[in-house]
């Protein structure tokens, strides 16, 4: 943890994904104040006609980002994330502005578990890293 999900309707190079979840990691990393080796990145390819956004007229084509992450965190840090996440997918995979929404799952710590760490994971603290 954290696990980000990313659930998009068009298909990808490896390169290109490769690249986003490189840069998803460093600005989590810096934003949220944890190690980027806790980051685990799932990019979900679901194709066209697969996610969409209701609205009082037609739904509209859509993407969609899950965040399981440590709570302890601010509002104005995680809105701070989500506005970097969406700075970066609208960058790298060329999301159109307003397609991709948001939301944040918070969990304790001891509801993860890393096998790189052998342990559980503790709650988070600021200044972590």
């Known amino acids: 943890m954290p696990y980000l999900q990313i659930e998009v309707q068009k298909f990808y190079p490896i390169e290109t994904k490769k690249h986003?979840?490189?840069e998803l990691g460093a600005a989590y990393a810096e934003i949220m104040e944890a190690a980027v080796e806790r980051v685990t990145i799932s990019i979900r390819e679901l194709g066209e006609g697969s996610i969409w956004r209701c609205s009082?007229?037609?739904p509209w084509?859509?993407?969609i980002m899950m965040l399981d992450v440590r709570a302890g965190r601010t509002?104005?840090?995680r809105e701070?994330?989500?506005k970097k996440f969406i700075e970066i997918c609208n960058e790298v995979?060329?999301?159109e502005v307003n397609q991709l929404n948001i939301e944040f799952t918070q969990h304790t710590g001891d509801e993860m578990y890393h096998q790189w760490m052998g342990h559980l994971s503790k709650d988070w603290v600021?200044?972590?890293k």
């Open 20 to 22: 986003l979840a490189k």
């Open 56 to 58: 009082k007229d037609e």
């Open 61 to 63: 084509p859509a993407a």
């Open 75 to 77: 509002p104005e840090t």
């Open 80 to 82: 701070a994330l989500s």
């Open 93 to 95: 995979l060329e999301l």
């Open 126 to 128: 600021a200044g972590e």
